[in-house]
Nanobody, 125 residues
Framework: QVQLVESGGGLVQAGGSLRLSCAAS????????MGWFRQAPGKEREFAAA????????YYADGVKGRFTISRDYAMKTLYLQMDNLKPDDTAVYYC??????????????????WGQGTQVTVSS
């Protein structure tokens, strides 16, 4: 069973930056991709970005494209999300998760398993 632990969240002013990390441990490192989701209070969990674990192909939600950058350290089994030009609407709990199969563009949360516990990101105006 894979364990995922997110870190790097915090409080930042609008226009600022944060870098989230997601460290994977345990057995079964055979996923196709990893992704970041977020959930704001009273809202459903929504897709933010995904990366193919071996090839490094990336896919972003329209709302974060151009501001967020997903990357991974293959050897360290760590996923990152660089978030720049943050907006108050980006305030949410951010989760990382693994995805067993393609396509990368299938961004439904139901296609992901092995979720982390989440890290809070708060952007003040």
């Amino acid at each position: 069973q894979v364990q995922l632990v997110e870190s790097g969240g915090g409080l930042v002013q609008a226009g600022g930056s944060l870098r989230l990390s997601c460290a994977a441990s345990g057995g079964g490192f055979n996923w196709y991709a990893m992704g970041w989701f977020r959930q704001a209070p009273g809202k459903e969990r929504e897709f933010a970005a995904a990366i193919s674990w071996i090839s490094g192909w990336t896919y972003y939600a329209d709302g974060v494209k151009g501001r967020f950058t997903i990357s991974r350290d293959y050897a360290m089994k760590t996923l990152y999300l660089q978030m720049d030009n943050l907006k108050p609407d980006d305030t949410a709990v951010y989760y990382c998760a693994t995805k067993r199969s393609s396509p990368l563009t299938d961004s439904s949360a139901a296609e992901y398993d092995n979720w982390g516990q989440g890290t809070q990101v708060t952007v003040s105006s």
